[in-house]
């Protein structure tokens, strides 16, 4: 069975700070890669993704990731965070195979301070 | 252009009652997915349906149930409803089932079962 594990629950940083949220995932096969992040009082929205091509993929508001096939890694890293970067982010993955079904991790809570 | 929305926001409901919760996805989205996310973990897959058929279930007991309709709408029904059911329901809509262009999710709807 898969599993996404996020091992940060709640990460605290200055403004400017850099950030890394770490993501792992445990599956055999070849997999999907997401970040998502959710902002205080609103839904869940796509901030980037892995399929294919270049593992070190960007999103939107300056966030990339990269997945690292060896150690099953897809962490999350932002060189200099803003206030408006507060929120819950989670990382998730389908796999290829089977990719009707999207497992997400626990969510790590930024809180950055002005 | 209209985002997932989902019906009602909010409910409670007692034990052993039956739910129905409602989806209406993106224009021209034919996949419809939905989560159970019980406060502090990330959201939990249920069903993935695309162009109405099952195409996906998560580890939930036989009381949960969904269908896709014609107009790609969808329906959540939990039978037996137990104090542990209550969480908030996400339902996230895509053009197709690898979530490749993205899963858009709507805001939820909250139910408490008393």
């Known amino acids: 069975a898969q599993s996404v594990s996020q091992h940060n629950h709640h990460v605290i940083l200055s403004e400017a700070a850099s950030l890394e949220l770490g993501c792992n995932y445990s599956y055999g096969g070849t997999v999907n890669l997401f970040w998502y992040v959710q902002y205080p009082g609103q839904h869940l929205q796509l901030l980037l993704k892995y399929f294919s091509g270049d593992p070190l993929v960007k999103g939107i508001k300056g966030f990339e990731a990269e997945f690292i096939k060896s150690k099953f890694s897809f962490n999350l890293r932002k060189p200099s965070v803003q206030w408006s970067d507060t929120a819950e982010y989670f990382c998730a993955v389908n796999a290829r195979d089977n990719f009707n079904k999207f497992y997400f991790g626990s969510g790590t809570k930024l809180n950055v301070k002005p | 252009d209209a985002g997932v929305t989902q019906s009602p926001t909010h409910l409670i409901k007692t034990r052993g009652q039956h739910v129905t919760l409602r989806c209406s996805p993106i224009?021209?989205?034919?996949?419809v997915s939905w989560y159970q996310q019980v406060l502090g973990q990330g959201p939990q897959f249920i069903f993935q349906?695309?162009?109405?058929?099952?195409?996906g279930r998560g580890n939930f007991p036989d009381r949960f149930s969904a269908r896709q309709f014609p107009n790609y709408s969808s329906e959540l029904n939990v039978n037996a409803l137990l104090l542990g059911d209550s969480a908030l329901y996400l339902c996230a809509s895509s053009l197709e089932r690898s979530g490749y262009y993205g899963y858009t999710f709507g805001s939820g709807t909250r139910l408490t079962v008393v």
């Open positions: 224009s021209g989205h034919k996949s």
């Open positions: 349906y695309y162009e109405k058929e099952e195409r």
